[in-house]
């Protein structure tokens, strides 16, 4: 079983830049792909991007690539997405999600188990 915890959400002007994190309890985090998605009001949940097990890493290339960062700490079992650049449209929740195969995936139905969100609002 794995808990996962986010944090770093907030309110952030139009340009700026926010740092999200993910804390997950349990055992073999390393082995775990780690994917970050999110929900604005009124859509689906969207992919924004996964690190593999062995780091490497996708992302909508749609909507974030160049502007954010996943990585991991495998050591403090923890994944971070780093935000820059964000725009009014970036505004959800974002959440964090653990797969147990490893490999990198990008669909919600692929991921084991998920955190309860974060908030992120983006004023323009």
């Known amino acids: 079983q794995v808990q996962l915890a986010e944090s770093g959400g907030g309110l952030v002007q139009a340009g700026g830049s926010l740092r999200l994190s993910c804390a997950a309890s349990?055992?073999?985090?390393?082995?775990?792909?780690m994917g970050w998605f999110r929900q604005a009001p009124g859509k689906e949940r969207e992919f924004v991007a996964v690190?593999?097990?062995?780091?490497?890493?996708?992302y909508n290339t749609n909507s974030v690539e160049g502007r954010f960062t996943i990585s991991r700490d495998n050591a403090k079992k923890t994944v971070f997405l780093e935000m820059n650049s964000l725009k009014p449209e970036d505004t959800a929740v974002y959440y964090c999600?653990?797969?147990?195969?490893?490999?990198?995936?990008?669909?919600?139905?692929?991921?084991?188990?998920w955190g309860q969100g974060t908030q992120v609002t983006v004023s323009s």
């Open positions: 999600a653990a797969r147990s195969q490893g490999t990198a995936a990008t669909h919600s139905s692929q991921y084991d188990y």
């Open positions: 690190i593999s097990w062995s780091g490497g890493k996708v």
């Open positions: 349990g055992r073999a985090f390393s082995s775990y792909a």
